[in-house]
């Protein structure tokens, strides 16, 4: 059964359980359409949905609104997890926050992601030369995987040799957050907790071997130009670790491949990327509304009790905010359900907005645009060949876990 048939024979207590359904990974757009005639939805298991634009939009700034699973009326967070900041509230975020970003970012490091501009370039090329004499490909595997976790590897400072350990770990980890009912939700939390683990080691002790041996990547500042208010301990710097590489290349293989599948199901869309390509800032722009690579926020707690949308969400409750419902609100966005990449006055939620805004947009946007730019000049007749394509488990991080392409040839 897809979205559209359940659309019309569910409940609103029982949409999330629709939308976390993996027969609806292909196309949750139908269900999110339902949400929005809803506003808020309440939940069979006490949980509220939200999928507007203006109500996600304010509670993301919001004050009231909690990232902190420790402020739930039954707290489901993992005991002896480190928790990143994404999953913590000012001051202790803003202060975890601002040594991350110190190294990566301005006003310390203003030129640190435009400097790897060719780096990235050089990455993208090299892959699309290891595909020459090949009629098929599978753009996940073969490219919108390596390209990112390249990246975000050199910029820790992870040794290539070690890069492929990197792969298994993350998928566990993603595969942690599937919410599908049916599914184990204690083997996936006990797997993902000893992935989780091993990777944070393997990083701090990475950034622990570069103490007093300062390097030009992001563990080595960590440990070395802590700032004046002092560094992580060595917990917090695990953890944060952990966040940058999988926030770092995750959501960026979802985005990547969601823009490929994307433009070749809109012919028109693809032939003017290659016609002015200048204007690929705003079709990556327009995938992260039309298809952004996080559909949703599950982890959002009400401090107190705040009425959204004439719905009183009660203290200590969850609220899932569902970002991709309210990108597609036609109460903010002109004729929401067409994908057009000239869109103006694009305030997508792709990247979240407020404190929690994602601390990778501008490596992500970078990535994009050199990525798809590049498979659009080099690949010659791309074309699909399953249509839709096998999707990721995860309705959180939606993308296609595979995405076979027919090519007939790479061009220089």
Request: glycine share 8%; proline share 10%; hydrophobic share 35%.
């Amino acid at each position: 059964m897809t979205a559209a048939d359940t659309a019309s024979t569910g409940t609103p207590g029982t949409l999330y359980s629709r939308i976390t359904d993996y027969a609806n990974r292909p196309d949750p757009y139908p269900l999110y359409a339902e949400l929005r005639e809803h506003g808020v939805a309440r939940q069979d298991d006490g949980s509220y949905l939200v999928g507007t634009h203006r109500e996600i939009a304010a509670l993301l700034h919001d004050p009231r609104i909690s990232s902190d699973r420790r402020n739930r009326t039954v707290p489901d967070e993992v005991q002896g997890v480190p928790v990143a900041f994404i999953g913590r509230d000012d001051p202790e975020h803003e202060r975890l926050r601002a040594i991350a970003m110190r190294p990566f970012g301005p006003p310390h490091a203003p030129g640190r992601i435009d400097a790897m501009h060719d780096e990235i370039t050089a990455i993208a090329e090299e892959l699309i030369d290891g595909l020459r004499g090949r009629d098929r490909i599978d753009l996940v595997e073969d490219f919108a995987y390596p390209l990112p976790v390249t990246v975000i590897c050199r910029l820790l400072g992870v040794p290539r040799e070690d890069e492929p350990r990197f792969h298994t770990w993350s998928e566990t980890l993603i595969e942690g957050f599937d919410p599908t009912p049916g599914t184990d939700p204690a083997e996936r939390q006990r797997v993902a907790l000893q992935a989780r683990t091993e990777m944070g080691l393997y990083l701090g002790e990475l950034a622990e071997a570069r103490r007093g041996k300062p390097s030009d990547d992001m563990l080595s500042a960590f440990v070395n130009d802590p700032g004046p208010d002092g560094g992580f301990t060595p917990t917090e710097l695990m953890a944060t670790a952990v966040l940058l590489l999988i926030a770092g290349h995750e959501t960026t293989v979802n985005l990547i491949t969601n823009s490929a599948l994307t433009l070749l199901r809109h012919p028109d869309a693809l032939q003017l990327m290659r016609e002015r390509p200048e204007l690929m800032p705003g079709m990556v722009e327009e995938v992260l509304r039309y298809e952004p690579p996080v559909q949703l926020l599950p982890q959002r707690t009400a401090l107190t009790d705040v009425e959204v949308a004439g719905v009183t969400v009660p203290k200590g409750q969850p609220l899932i905010l569902v970002l991709a419902a309210g990108n597609r609100d036609p109460l903010r966005f002109r004729d929401p359900d067409r994908f057009d990449p000239t869109r103006q006055d694009n305030q997508h939620l792709g990247f979240g907005s407020g404190v929690h805004s994602c601390f990778g947009a501008p490596l992500a946007r970078i990535e994009g645009q050199i990525a798809l730019t590049a498979l659009i000049r080099r690949l010659d007749n791309p074309r699909l060949l399953q249509d839709p394509p096998v999707y990721r488990r995860s309705p959180i991080l939606r993308g296609p876990r595979h995405l076979p392409l027919g090519v007939s040839g790479i061009t220089d």
